[in-house]
């Protein structure tokens, strides 16, 4: 009792070290995890809604074995959870186009105005051109070797030739029969007018069965007819002949002409 007596301080010490070993333990470990956190990239850093804390990824920024770079999180509607926005980079030739925008705008230049041809806008010309061989676009009429002026009254029948034969045919169809009759008119062999062209005997039924007189061009037709003679072709200049193959009684040309194409119901010789 006496030896209990002269120490009785050395219980409370013991306790008082033990404090001390303690807390310097878990001030080391404290110190520890601060370390960890400033080393990790925050671009690992996601939480999902479903855990109890955030989860890292390691140092090269994955997490669910996807590469995360960069990354916006922005809160979704209130809920707890985080979704990542990642940038989309602009294809190449839109980057070289903002780049030419960014230089145009510092040097003060203007975008340059796109020119365009005045018989872009397509009207039924007065006058069409051509040449021994092929029939020119109104900005070639230079190179013309003879014109021929179209009247309203041939540009009319123009207009329902095309409408009485090709009605059901797609647009191209149509201007490939507008295309036939101009060839047939720059063409020795045939009249030497379009008027001529179409009544010539035996050439366009419709002219036989009346249906010509009968019908009115619609408005795929006036434009068929406007983009030939503007020097559109849907088939070549040495195109002088079509027939349906399904409808013709006469195949004479099919089998004595060289074919050069289809379109829709109709197949065209040269």
């Known amino acids: 009792m ?6 009785r301080w050395f219980a409370p010490l013991l306790s008082v070290l033990l404090v001390c070993i303690l807390g310097i333990g878990l001030y080391a470990e404290v110190q520890q995890t601060q370390k960890n956190l400033k080393n990790t990239p925050m671009q690992s850093l996601s939480w999902s809604g479903n855990s109890s804390s955030p989860t890292y990824g390691d140092r090269m920024g994955t997490h669910n074995g996807s590469n995360r770079t960069s990354p916006i999180f922005v809160a979704a509607h209130g809920q707890s959870s985080w979704k990542e926005i990642m940038p989309t980079p602009l294809p190449a030739s839109q980057m070289k186009q903002a780049e030419q925008v960014r230089n145009n705008v510092a040097t003060g230049k203007k975008k340059p105005e796109v020119q365009h041809s005045k018989s872009a806008i397509l009207t039924p010309p007065t006058t069409i051109y ?9 900005d070639d009429k230079a ?3 003879w014109s021929y002026p179209v009247s309203a009254k041939e540009l009319l029948l123009l207009q329902k030739i095309v409408m009485a034969e090709a009605e059901g045919e797609p647009y191209e169809g149509k201007v490939a029969v507008a295309n036939v009759v101009l060839n047939r008119l720059r063409s020795a062999p045939f009249p030497d007018t379009i008027q001529a062209v179409i009544y010539q005997k035996a050439q366009f039924s419709p002219v036989a069965n009346g249906r010509l ?9 006036i434009r068929a007819v406007t983009a030939a003679l503007n020097g559109h072709k849907a088939v070549p200049d040495n195109t002088c002949f079509f027939l349906s193959l399904t409808l013709a009684q006469d195949l004479t040309v099919h089998h004595s002409r060289t074919k050069v194409k289809t379109i829709g119901h109709h197949t065209f010789y040269k």
């Not at 006496?2 to 120490?7: A, F």
């Not at 007189?213 to 037709?221: E, F, G, K, L, T």
């Open 130 to 138: 051509f040449t021994k061989t092929k029939m020119l676009t109104q």
């Open 2 to 7: 006496e030896i209990v007596k002269e120490h």
């Open 143 to 145: 190179l013309s070797t």
């Open 213 to 221: 007189r009968r019908v009115q061009p619609n408005q795929d037709s």
